[in-house]
Structure formats: structure tokens, C-alpha cells
């Protein structure tokens, strides 16, 4: 699945042009950790994810904490987070 090599890319682009909190959580399949995924925290709480769609049925995402954008960053040019 393509969107599996931009999605740290595709949601700290949201994150930066929208002020949202950036999450970083664990994926597991069949109990074993495999790599991790990001998405975003609007300010009510709600949680906006452009690539939840590539998990497979026996893939979970687990936990998640707030992660810091490293200054100077680009918007558009966020750096991509391969699992």
C-alpha cells in the first residue's frame, strides 16, 4: 500500500498548517509490534487520521503520545516515518 511510506508525512502536513497536536502511536499485528503510525488530535479532542485505511484487519494501533514537529520543518516536506 503506497500511503504505508507518506503517512507521518501526510498527517505532520495537517498538523503544521492546522496548529493540531501531532500522536504517535504502536501498531501491532497478532500481538507483535511491527512499527508505529501518526495522526492527529484536533483542540476538542477529536481525532483526525488521513491513512487509518492502510491497517489490515490484524493490525492495531496502540496507545499514543504527543510528539513535538522538529523546528524548521516544512509544511510540505515533514519528514516521512517508514514502518
Known amino acids: 500500500m503506497p500511503e504505508r511510506t507518506w503517512y507521518a508525512a501526510a ?10 497536536e501531532l500522536i ?14 501518526h495522526w492527529n488530535r484536533l483542540p476538542d479532542g477529536r481525532h483526525i487520521d488521513l491513512t487509518a485505511d492502510q491497517f489490515r484487519p490484524d493490525e492495531a494501533v496502540v496507545g499514543g503520545q504527543v510528539q513535538q514537529r522538529p523546528p524548521g520543518t516544512p509544511d510540505d516536506a515533514a519528514p516521512s516515518t517508514r514502518r
Not at 498527517?11 to 493540531?20: A, I, K, T
Open 11 to 20: 498527517e505532520q502536513s495537517v498538523q503544521g498548517r492546522h496548529g493540531r
Open 24 to 37: 504517535l502511536g504502536e501498531v501491532f499485528a497478532n500481538g507483535t509490534r511491527t512499527g508505529h503510525h
